[in-house]
């Protein structure tokens, strides 16, 4: 059974910074895309960064670019996504999830095969 796990998430101050993690449990972390969304009260979830399999960052959305960060530990089975610079637009719950490619990711109505529950961030002063 694939169960992808967030955490890492919390309230955090504007300009301050969070590190969330996806540790991943029945499949092998390196044979999937792994991408991280968010979705804002009232809002559509959008696509924030995606890992392809290969390793290589595939996408990052504009919104988050050079604050946001992504990467992968495979010894661990874990995702990371480091978030600096934090803004209270960044406000929303976060969620990972597996597939194949990242077209998901990038085209989010595509759908991903696996995800997360998701950890909420908060960013308010």
């Known amino acids: 059974q694939v169960q992808l796990v967030e955490s890492g998430g919390g309230l955090v101050q504007p300009g301050g910074s969070l590190r969330l993690s996806c540790v991943a449990s029945?499949?092998?972390?390196?044979?999937?895309?792994i991408g991280w969304f968010r979705q804002a009260p009232g809002k559509e979830r959008e696509g924030v960064s995606c890992?392809?399999?290969?390793?290589?960052?595939?996408y990052t959305e504009d919104s988050v670019k050079g604050r946001f960060a992504m990467s992968r530990d495979n010894a661990k089975n874990t995702v990371y996504l480091e978030m600096n610079s934090l803004k209270p637009d960044d406000t929303a719950l976060y969620y990972c999830?597996?597939?194949?490619?990242?077209?998901?990711?990038?085209?989010?109505?595509?759908?991903?095969?696996?995800w997360g529950k998701g950890t909420p961030v908060t960013v308010s002063s």
């Open positions: 999830a597996a597939d194949q490619d990242c077209a998901g990711a990038i085209v989010v109505s595509l759908g991903m095969e696996y």
């Open positions: 029945g499949l092998i972390l390196d044979d999937y895309a």
């Open positions: 890992i392809h399999k290969s390793g290589e960052v595939s």
